[in-house]
């Protein structure tokens, strides 16, 4: 009995801790650099990520955990339909009804909840899956049109367990803003590591935007992201836009696809603009082959 109350209150705990860290992913204010779309890889195959088309680094394509959405119902062998730690950050709330495959893409929507009753301080609903296995290095790609509307549209990585917290943001965008549209944001969060891993017991981020000379919004993008022992690198359509030595994220994250509110990014819920929608076309991970 004592070991259930215990596990009851420590994921009381994460969940609570979930909704106050979520309110610390703050966008920077100026631009780092321009992204030189002209650099944009061509596609030749689907067998290796974008930006090493001719896989120089022996990348092997993880079948059994990459979707390409080609189904009308999402496999729940490989993804949570919503996610079960957190339930949105308000007025947003997570609704399975929001999330649905069509015409070989996985897409998010808004307010797809009909008349329920939401919980206390939500007033609108959007979507998210979460990915059942747990990565630990890698290479990991999508394809996404981003929401054309005041939601924050996302892929990132991320795990809460007692001694490790880390997230990756792949992308993590609101376009649907008008003075949003050519913002890249890039951000990597620790909130809590081991002793052996920095003794990190309060948050920290290292993030940088980047001006991106096409509205993100308006088609679609490949969001890429190789993480390594020593680095994390972030790529879009191929190209290299950022890199970080890999000091804290040792940790096996999940994968994420969701919308959602975020008050930095002013992306709040508008009644007027409820027809957003974000598409992904696939998801692919890669490992280095042995």
């Given at each position: 009995?004592?070991?259930?109350?215990?596990?009851?209150?420590?994921?009381?705990?994460?969940?609570?801790?979930?909704?106050?860290?979520q309110d610390l992913t703050i966008p920077p204010k100026n631009y780092v650099d321009s992204i030189k779309i002209e650099n944009a890889i061509t596609r030749i195959n689907d067998l290796y990520p974008l930006s090493d088309q001719?896989?120089?680094?022996?990348?092997?394509?993880?079948?059994?955990?990459?979707?390409?959405?080609?189904?009308?119902?999402?496999?729940?062998?490989?993804?949570?339909?919503?996610?079960?730690?957190?339930?949105?950050?308000?007025?947003?709330?997570?609704?399975?009804?929001?999330?649905?495959?069509?015409?070989?893409?996985?897409?998010?929507?808004?307010?797809?909840?009909?008349?329920?009753?939401?919980?206390?301080?939500?007033?609108?609903?959007?979507?998210?899956?979460?990915?059942?296995?747990?990565?630990?290095?890698?290479?990991?790609?999508?394809?996404?049109?981003?929401?054309?509307?005041?939601?924050?549209?996302?892929?990132?990585?991320?795990?809460?367990?007692?001694?490790?917290?880390?997230?990756?943001?792949?992308?993590?965008?609101?376009?649907?803003?008008?003075?949003?549209?050519?913002?890249?944001?890039?951000?990597?969060?620790?909130?809590?590591?081991?002793?052996?891993?920095?003794?990190?017991?309060?948050?920290?981020?290292?993030?940088?935007?980047?001006?991106?000379?096409?509205?993100?919004?308006?088609?679609?993008?490949?969001?890429?992201?190789?993480?390594?022992?020593?680095?994390?690198?972030?790529?879009?359509?191929?190209?290299?836009?950022?890199?970080?030595?890999?000091?804290?994220?040792?940790?096996?994250?999940?994968?994420?696809?969701?919308?959602?509110?975020?008050?930095?990014?002013?992306?709040?819920?508008?009644?007027?603009?409820?027809?957003?929608?974000?598409?992904?076309?696939?998801?692919?991970?890669?490992?280095?082959?042995?």
């Open positions: 009995m004592r070991k259930k109350i215990r596990n009851s209150l420590f994921i009381s705990l994460i969940t609570f801790s979930i909704a106050v860290a001719n896989n120089t680094t022996k990348w092997e394509l993880l079948k059994q955990y990459s979707d390409e959405f080609a189904s009308d119902q999402l496999n729940e062998k490989k993804w949570y339909p919503n996610n079960p730690k957190w339930k949105g950050r308000p007025p947003t709330y997570f609704h399975g009804s929001n999330v649905s495959l069509e015409n070989d893409e996985l897409v998010i929507r808004v307010n797809k909840h009909k008349k329920e009753k939401l919980p206390e301080g939500f007033t609108h609903t959007t979507g998210f899956i979460k990915s059942k296995n747990k990565f630990l290095y890698g290479y990991f790609e999508a394809e996404c049109k981003l929401m054309d509307a005041p939601w924050v549209s996302g892929f990132w990585m991320t795990n809460v367990s007692k001694d490790w917290w880390t997230e990756i943001d792949i992308c993590e965008n609101a376009p649907g803003l008008a003075y949003n549209r050519h913002d890249l944001n890039s951000n990597i969060h620790v909130f809590r590591a081991p002793k052996d891993k920095g003794d990190v017991k309060k948050h920290f981020s290292r993030t940088k935007k980047f001006y991106f000379p096409k509205e993100l919004q308006q088609d679609y993008h490949v969001w890429g992201l190789e993480w390594t022992e020593e680095y994390i690198r972030f790529y879009i359509d191929g190209i290299l836009f950022r890199e970080a030595r890999n000091t804290h994220w040792h940790q096996p994250l999940e994968v994420n696809f969701n919308c959602e509110s975020n008050k930095w990014f002013g992306a709040l819920p508008d009644d007027n603009r409820l027809d957003g929608e974000f598409h992904i076309k696939y998801f692919r991970a890669w490992k280095k082959a042995q």
